[in-house]
């Protein structure tokens, strides 16, 4: 299973994004996803994931209400739509799978990973 996400850009403060990751590989579509960001100087942290159905998802504390997470299994791609954007939300944002069948969302243990795109806010 490849990952390639896209979608970010540069956005003005209150304003929105919506990223993409396409997944290549039948597999892909019943593992759990998530979405993880790297601002600079920061480890990398866990923003939402979602299980293969879509019917547990979790999100971290301070995205929560803002960003919401969903899937198209038939398209194998996974979305972060993010409102409300705000500076402290710049980063590159990273999708990942995590190669299990069944389950909720997790927040750790992923062990497939796409390439970053690059979230950037201006107040």
């Known amino acids: 299973v490849q990952l390639q996400a896209s979608g970010g850009g540069l956005v003005q403060a209150g304003g929105s994004l919506r990223l993409s990751c396409a997944a290549s590989?039948?597999?892909?579509?019943?593992?759990?996803k998530g979405w993880f960001r790297q601002a600079p100087g920061k480890e990398r942290e866990f923003v939402a994931g979602i299980n293969w159905s879509g019917s547990s998802i979790g999100y971290t504390d301070s995205v929560k209400g803002r960003f919401t997470i969903s899937r198209d299994n038939a398209q194998n791609t996974v979305y972060l739509q993010m409102n409300s954007l705000r500076p402290e939300d710049t980063a590159v944002y990273y999708c990942?799978?995590?190669?299990?069948?069944?389950?909720?969302?997790?927040?750790?243990?992923?062990?497939?990973w796409g390439q970053g795109t690059q979230v950037t806010v201006s107040s």
């Open positions: 590989g039948r597999a892909g579509s019943h593992y759990p």
């Open positions: 990942a799978a995590r190669g299990v069948i069944g389950g909720g969302y997790y927040s750790t243990g992923y062990d497939i």
